[in-house]
């Protein structure tokens, strides 16, 4: 089993910037993908980026790209946010995937989900 543990949130200030981590632990060689996603509530799950596990390959979605950004560090992998926008106030979540393809962008081919960690920007 995997667990995936995410910290890093807050509160800014439109312009700034957070870096999320997402540590993974447990049988992390079974991971294949693993992905970010944030949350408004009242509104469906929105995919961010994700990282294949192997060879770090990433992708980032056009609704965030140019402003955020994802990288890894062994198990840990971050979202880094720049130019936060009050638009950007979400809990944002990591999953990882067994899925053998790499970025998936669907929540239900995520199968470990964090618990989230919350981001408030404000104007």
């Known amino acids: 089993q995997v667990q995936v543990m995410e910290s890093g949130g807050g509160s800014v200030q439109a312009g700034g910037s957070l870096r999320l981590s997402c540590t993974a632990s447990?049988?992390?060689?079974?991971?294949?993908?693993l992905g970010w996603f944030r949350q408004i509530p009242g509104k469906e799950r929105e995919f961010l980026a994700a990282?294949?596990?192997?060879?770090?390959q990433t992708y980032v979605a056009d609704s965030v790209k140019g402003r955020f950004t994802i990288s890894n560090a062994k198990t840990t992998v971050y979202l880094q946010l720049n130019k936060l926008e009050p638009t950007d106030t979400a809990i944002y979540y990591c999953?990882?995937?067994?899925?053998?393809?790499?970025?998936?962008?669907?929540?239900?081919?995520?199968?470990?989900w964090g618990e989230g960690t919350e981001v408030t920007v404000f104007s």
């Open positions: 990282l294949a596990w192997a060879g770090s």
């Open positions: 999953a990882s995937s067994k899925v053998g393809r790499m970025w998936p962008p669907l929540d239900n081919e995520y199968d470990n």
């Open positions: 447990g049988r992390t060689t079974s991971i294949y993908s």
